[in-house]
């Protein structure tokens, strides 16, 4: 009955590094997202995964930042060349669009978040 | 431009008295609004939803209403003890849009003061 996890929880890398972040959704869950925190700021969407669409990848700040979702379950956020303005928390989030008679719905489930200190 | 924003950065209260964040926002036309918690160290967690045409939404000690007109929302906390010290999140759903829409505030992060 687990929520979303993530993986590392914490991560400290040179610069110039390339990282690679691991999020497990809630088991069913057809949406995927990940966002990026950084310290006293507002959640930055960074890519959409929706079933076997194509991802909105419209968030994403630089062509350094990819993302994949492997079989419709877990996803991968890779940094190459990392950065110190990569620091940040990043934070996935799994959902499931409800239809009601008021439209569609969908909550998101936040995992952890991965704490990524770039030196 | 299209924004949502959050009313302060930090909200003081004494415990027991009535906590109240603000969202508004501009230039959107939300299907609902939701508000989250997040605390230090944690992803936000859902606690509420409300649809465009709802004024007002309960759960327990929470309260938050929907003004269309004034295109605003606010989070009511009543009875406010220190354990509701975190940060709250805005979060809308524009109309016209699938899944993916969903647009965050920066949050007001909330102090309750024994």
């Known amino acids: 009955g687990a929520g979303v996890s993530q993986s590392p929880s914490n991560k400290v890398t040179e610069k110039g590094k390339d990282v690679e972040l691991r999020c497990d959704p809630i088991?069913?869950?057809?949406?995927l997202y990940w966002y990026r925190q950084s310290l006293g700021q507002g959640l930055e969407f960074l890519i959409y995964f929706q079933g076997n669409s194509a991802p909105d990848k419209s968030g994403l700040p630089s062509d350094r930042f990819s993302a994949e979702r492997t079989g419709g379950s877990v996803s991968t956020l890779t940094i190459q060349r990392t950065q110190q303005e990569d620091s940040a928390v990043y934070l996935c989030?799994?959902?499931?669009?409800?239809?009601?008679?008021?439209?569609?719905?969908?909550?998101?489930?936040f995992g952890p978040g991965t704490r990524l200190l770039v030196l | 431009s299209q924004k949502i924003e959050q009313n302060s950065e930090a909200l003081n209260i004494q415990e027991g008295k009535t906590a109240t964040l603000t969202c508004n926002y501009t230039n959107y036309s939300p299907a609902y609004l939701q508000w989250y918690r997040q605390d230090p160290g944690r992803g936000p967690v859902f606690l509420l939803l409300?649809?465009?045409?709802?004024k007002e939404k309960r759960k327990e000690r929470l309260k938050v209403t929907f003004d269309t007109t004034l295109k605003q929302s606010l989070f009511h906390i009543t009875a406010s003890q220190p354990a509701d010290s975190a940060t709250y999140l805005c979060?809308?759903?524009?109309?016209?849009?699938?899944?993916?829409?969903?647009?965050f505030g920066k949050g007001t992060k909330l102090s309750v003061k024994p």
């Open positions: 088991s069913g869950h057809t949406a």
């Open positions: 989030a799994s959902s499931l669009a409800l239809q009601t008679s008021g439209g569609w719905e969908e909550t998101q489930y």
């Open positions: 409300i649809r465009e045409n709802e």
């Open positions: 979060a809308l759903m524009n109309y016209g849009g699938s899944q993916g829409n969903l647009i």
